[in-house]
């Protein structure tokens, strides 16, 4: 059964740093998000993305996130000056309309 | 803001027990989706439910969505300790174009005692 795959499973790194969070969405499917989930909190709706550009973004989704679909198969989750709030666990998910299937996340810590 | 409330927040029964959780919102959504959620993984979709009054079966787990498609309800029959987990329900809101946005609950974890 296909399914959406992240990595890095974990990562690590320091305040200031960028991070790169990768996602392989399910093959033919057309919309593309990220969420996070804050340890202890409820799953986090960052920004849905169609037809490569962005179709929604939450108030999380400032300055220092981008999303790019690189080519037909990842789409990129990027932080350019991590805080330490942005420690989480991302989850990329792709759905073909509708009901969306989510990836096993990484586990972001900005220490 | 479209709010999703999840009740009971946490549960703990005893096998064989049946239980029902609940998701309820003041707002409309065009869909509602049930996930469970393993500590460290990613929520698995459970089911989809879209019409008003609509019951999809599970095996031993039955979802509904309210007629007015503002709550829903899981009901698990004759519980198993494998049914622990955390359970989220999810709303889905299509503003009618290429956006299928999730609200999620905080879920109902659930602990099933051998």
């Known amino acids: 059964e296909p399914e959406v795959t992240q990595t890095p499973s974990h990562q690590v790194t320091q305040m200031g740093q960028e991070v790169i969070l990768r996602c392989v969405p399910i093959s033919n499917h057309l919309y593309f998000y990220w969420y996070r989930q804050i340890l202890g909190q409820k799953v986090e709706f960052l920004v849905s993305?169609?037809?490569?550009?962005?179709?929604?973004k939450s108030e999380i989704f400032d300055d220092q996130f981008s999303v790019e679909r690189p080519d037909g198969s990842n789409f990129t989750l990027k932080i350019r000056s991590t805080k330490l709030e942005d420690s989480a666990m991302y989850f990329c998910?792709?759905?073909?309309?509708?009901?969306?299937?989510f990836g096993p996340g990484t586990r972001l810590t900005v220490l | 803001t479209q709010l999703l409330e999840q009740s009971p927040q946490f549960l703990s029964i005893q096998e064989g027990e049946n239980l029902t959780v609940y998701c309820n919102s003041s707002?409309?959504?065009?869909?509602l989706q049930w996930y469970r959620q393993e500590p460290g993984e990613g929520p698995v979709l459970l089911v989809t439910v879209v019409t008003g009054g609509e019951v999809k079966k599970l095996k031993r787990l039955t979802f509904q969505f309210g007629d007015a498609r503002k709550d829903s309800s899981l009901h698990i029959t004759a519980a198993q300790p494998g049914d622990t987990g955390l359970y989220l329900c999810?709303?889905?809101?299509?503003?009618?174009?290429?956006?299928?946005?999730?609200?999620f609950g905080k879920g109902t974890l659930l602990t099933v005692n051998p």
């Open positions: 993305f169609y037809n490569n550009e962005i179709s929604e």
């Open positions: 707002s409309v959504f065009s869909s």
């Open positions: 998910a792709s759905s073909l309309y509708g009901t969306g299937y």
């Open positions: 999810a709303g889905e809101r299509n503003s009618g174009g290429s956006n299928y946005k999730l609200t």
